[in-house]
């Protein structure tokens, strides 16, 4: 599967964003669809994530009621919307994919196993 994200940028606090991350290739691997965020010198951070097998979406309680997951319709599409943006919101942000035979939604970055490339979202005060 590889993975292909777009979308970071500058933006104001307050502002918004909009990342996408498209899957392609063996995608049928896949059901489990998550963004993670990571700053110099930490922890890859989870911050959302979609299971294909149950419909369902969760968020790291940092972003939730300002972030929102959506899909594209019979495509591996994943967009994150991210509303009312705060300067602690600045990280490089990634996408992730596993598959998970119960469709259960795992928050740590170890669980994943395949990586897209990084997209730099920056949020000035």
């Known amino acids: 599967v590889q993975l292909q994200a777009s979308g970071g940028g500058l933006v104001q606090a307050g502002g918004s964003l909009r990342l996408s991350c498209a899957a392609s290739?063996?995608?049928?691997?896949?059901?489990?669809m998550a963004w993670f965020r990571q700053t110099p010198g930490k922890e890859r951070e989870f911050v959302a994530a979609?299971?294909?097998?149950?419909?369902?979406?969760i968020y790291a309680d940092s972003v939730r009621g300002r972030f929102t997951i959506s899909r594209e319709n019979g495509r591996k599409v994943l967009n994150l919307q991210m509303n009312a943006m705060k300067p602690e919101d600045t990280a490089v942000y990634y996408c992730?994919?596993?598959?998970?035979?119960?469709?259960?939604?795992?928050?740590?970055?170890?669980?994943?196993?395949?990586w897209g490339q990084g997209t730099q979202v920056t949020v000035s005060s």
């Open positions: 979609f299971s294909w097998r149950g419909y369902s979406a």
């Open positions: 290739g063996r995608t049928f691997g896949m059901n489990i």
């Open positions: 992730a994919t596993k598959f998970d035979p119960a469709g259960t939604i795992r928050r740590l970055a170890q669980d994943y196993n395949n």
